[in-house]
C-alpha cells in the first residue's frame, strides 16, 4: 500500500523561509514524477481546486514551476529517491493553503504540471502566512 506523508507546514510570517517534506513508502518512485499542489482557502470555507506549485521529473531530476512562485520555490529530491523537498522563500499571504503532496507511475514532462498525471495523493500539511 503507498503511503505519503508531507511534514514542514505551520504559521510563518510573510517574508519568511519554509521547507516541507514529503516522503513515500510502499513503493518505489525512483524515475517517477514527484510534485506538490496546493488547496487554498475560498471565502474561509471550502477549498478551491489543488492547483500546482512544483514538480520534480523522474528522468532527469528537472524542477518544473508554476509561473507565480517561479525564483522563490525550489523543489529537490533526496537520495533515496521516495523523498522530495519543497523550499519556499519571501513566502507571501498568497501562499497561504494546503500543500499536498503527489507522485505518478511514470517519468517525463508529459502531464507532469496537471493532476491528472498523478496516482498517488498525501492528506497534505497546512501552510499559513500571516501579514
Not at 502531464?111 to 497534505?124: E, H, Q, R
Request: glycine content about 12%.
Amino acid at each position: 500500500q503507498v503511503k505519503m506523508v508531507e511534514s514542514g507546514g505551520g504559521t510563518v510570517e510573510t517574508g519568511s523561509s519554509l521547507r516541507l517534506s514529503c516522503t513515500a513508502s510502499g513503493y518505489s518512485f525512483n524515475q517517477k514524477n514527484m510534485a506538490w499542489f496546493r488547496q487554498a482557502p475560498r471565502n474561509g470555507r471550502t477549498l478551491e481546486e489543488r492547483t500546482f506549485v512544483a514538480a520534480i521529473n523522474g528522468l532527469n531530476d528537472i524542477g518544473w514551476y508554476e509561473e507565480s512562485v517561479k525564483g522563490r520555490v525550489t523543489i529537490s529530491r533526496a537520495n533515496d529517491r521516495n523523498t522530495i523537498v519543497l523550499t519556499m522563500d519571501r513566502m507571501e499571504p498568497e501562499d497561504t493553503a494546503l500543500y499536498l503532496c503527489a507522485a505518478a507511475v511514470y517519468g517525463g514532462s508529459y502531464n507532469i504540471d496537471d493532476i491528472g498525471g498523478y496516482a498517488f495523493w498525501g492528506v497534505g500539511t497546512q501552510v499559513t502566512v500571516s501579514s
